[in-house]
C-alpha cells in the first residue's frame, strides 16, 4: 500500500503508475496479453469432455451443410490454382479439369510433404496461394503426363518423342 501511495508499481517496483490503475505500462500490459493467453487454455481444460460433446453433436446435427461447405471450399482452392497456372496441361495442353493434377517440377513432391507435413489437396492449394502460385516450383498436368513422368526418371513420355 505503501508503494500504490508513494507512486511506485506494486509488481516491478521500479516504474511509476498509471495513474487509474494499480500499475505501471508495461505491468500492466503483460497482465493483460498472459490473462488473454491462459484464460482460454484454461477454460479448455477445465470444460473439456463437455466442450467435445457439444462439438460432436454440433458437427453431426449440421454434418451435410459441413460437408457441402469444406467440398466448395477445396473446389474454389482447387480452381484459385488452376487458373493461376493457366487450366490446362502444361505437356499435352489437355484441358478437362476432372484429368489434371499438381506437379512438383522438381519431382520433390514427397520430401516436401515428408518435411513440411503438408498434405496434398486442399493444403497443398492453400500452400500454393500462399507462396503466390509460384511457377518454379509446381505446374499442371493431366494425370497421364504425371505417371508418365514418374515411370519415364522424371521426362513425359510426349517430350521424349520430341527429343527423337
Not at 497482465?31 to 484464460?39: E, L
Not at 515428408?114 to 500462399?130: H, P, S, V
Amino acid at each position: 500500500m505503501k508503494k500504490i501511495l508513494a507512486g511506485i508499481c506494486p509488481r516491478c517496483l521500479t516504474r511509476p503508475l498509471v495513474p487509474p490503475y494499480h500499475a505501471c505500462t508495461e505491468c500492466l500490459e503483460y497482465q493483460r496479453n498472459d490473462h488473454k493467453k491462459n484464460r482460454g487454455k484454461q477454460y479448455y481444460w477445465k470444460h473439456r469432455n463437455r466442450l467435445l460433446n457439444n462439438s460432436k453433436k454440433s458437427y453431426q446435427k449440421n454434418k451435410e451443410r459441413i460437408l457441402k461447405y469444406k467440398k466448395e471450399h477445396a473446389n474454389i482452392l482447387k480452381l484459385t490454382v488452376y487458373n493461376a497456372y493457366g487450366n490446362k496441361c502444361s505437356c499435352c495442353g489437355e484441358k478437362n479439369l476432372k484429368f489434371l493434377t499438381i506437379d512438383h517440377i522438381n519431382n520433390d513432391g514427397n520430401i516436401e510433404r515428408r518435411q513440411e507435413k503438408l498434405g496434398a489437396g486442399e493444403r497443398l492449394y492453400q500452400r500454393i496461394i500462399k507462396e503466390n502460385f509460384p511457377k518454379d516450383k509446381y505446374q499442371i498436368l493431366c494425370y497421364n503426363c504425371n505417371v508418365g513422368k514418374y515411370r519415364n526418371n522424371g521426362t513425359c513420355p510426349h517430350k521424349e518423342l520430341f527429343l527423337l
